[in-house]
């Protein structure tokens, strides 16, 4: 069985510069960050004395580019890498994807390598909840290569390539197993004893598109009748750039199941729910996960910090979530409700993987080409 490696290709408009990226993705393992590297491939006499330039802005979008008007503005554009690339001198560690591409494409190649501010926010982007808006809503990350005589040269769209990419993070290796639980009571006006709820989750980690199960136990104490209940995925979002909360429920169920609970029963109960992206198509404010080309989108991830830090000192978009359980006592009544904390998040691929290996001369470079990419087409070379 061959195995194969997928690099990103592109070509800038003048078809004198050529950036093969071996990911696109700057991982963030909370206590450092991978690069992103790659390969560039430059005419040393187009150059003529001139380099090629590496650099990475992040731009903050909080509003619909249709409704600045008047000068306000909803967006910001940092730059937060601006570095030469080639020629360099060649004594950089280079990944056995780099030492293929180098040996395969000649004289011409230039090994690099893109490493963000560790502070630099992770890619969330915001529905905008119709299909109107020309510019997405969230951080959004691009890498540009080009050529100048100096890294203040404002790029040219002729001969730079631009690429999308994206910072992500990962569910820890090794998971705190801490059992989300809480006991809730609420006692009644003019009524005697309390009604009182205990809920707990199996774990605090789940991963997308896994079921969450919520276990609840109800002792009925007072002189209330229970109605109905409702068990909920709440995700709350912060966005740093205006300084704004708001909160969506991204899965819901309610049951009548062994209702009413009248004074004095009890009853156990388990709520299953899967929290979806695809169930909350089109709805304004969901928080998803930053996107590259043309891949499903997924709800934004748990924005995770190191020990010791507050996550709300964390910058872009923090997106936190709970599993809210409702008691519904009536109108009169109201209702009781628990909220317990759990993070979703993506598993890390390399900790599904065996142990990584050297890259064989058998393997092979699947190049996505960004000109054939439109059509569907991807090309696979030796």
């Known amino acids: 069985m061959v195995n194969a490696v997928k690099v990103f290709k592109k070509t800038a408009p003048n078809g004198k510069v050529t950036a093969y990226l071996t990911r696109r993705d700057f991982v963030d393992h909370i206590d450092h960050t991978s690069p992103v590297d790659g390969v560039i491939v430059v005419d040393n006499d187009y150059l003529r004395g001139r380099r090629v330039y590496a650099r990475v802005a992040v731009t903050f979008r909080h509003g619909r580019e249709e409704d600045e008007v008047m000068g306000l503005s909803f967006s910001k554009e940092l730059v937060l890498v601006n570095t030469q690339v080639a020629p360099n001198a060649g004594e950089e560690k280079h990944s056995d994807v780099q030492d293929r591409l180098i040996k395969k494409l000649g004289a011409n190649a230039y090994a690099f390598s893109v490493a963000l501010p560790q502070n630099a926010p992770s890619s969330v982007v915001l529905d905008g909840g119709d299909d109107f808006s020309t510019q997405p809503l969230g951080v959004i990350y691009d890498l540009q290569l080009y050529v100048g005589d100096r890294d203040e040269d404002r790029p040219h769209r002729r001969n730079s390539v631009n690429f999308s990419v994206r910072k992500v993070q990962f569910a820890p290796c090794e998971p705190n197993n801490r059992q989300p639980q809480t006991l809730v009571s609420k006692s009644f006006t003019l009524s005697p004893g309390k009604l009182n709820l205990e809920a707990s989750l199996a774990r605090g980690l789940y991963f997308h598109g896994q079921q969450i199960e919520v276990k609840l136990m109800i002792n009925n104490c007072s002189k209330k009748t229970v109605k109905s ?44 729910l899967t929290p979806l992206a695809s169930s909350n198509q089109k709805r304004f404010g969901i928080a998803l996960d930053g996107q590259v080309k043309d891949q499903d989108a997924n709800l934004a991830s748990s924005t995770m910090v190191a020990a010791g830090k507050n996550v709300n000192d964390a910058l872009g978009i923090i997106v936190s979530y709970s ?53 569907g087409q991807s090309v696979s070379e030796d």
């Open 229 to 272: 209940m409702k068990a909920q995925v709440v995700q709350h979002v912060e966005v740093t750039m205006n300084n704004s909360h708001f909160s969506r429920v991204v899965s819901s169920l309610e049951s009548r199941e062994g209702c009413p609970i009248t004074p004095g029963t009890n009853l156990n109960k388990t709520f299953s």
């Open 323 to 375: 599993l809210r359980v409702k008691l519904n006592c009536g109108a009169i009544g109201g209702e009781l409700t628990a909220d317990l904390p759990f993070k979703l998040m993506h598993p890390d691929p390399l900790s599904t993987k065996p142990a990584l290996r050297k890259m064989q001369s058998s393997d092979k470079l699947e190049f996505e080409d960004f000109s054939n990419l439109r059509r």
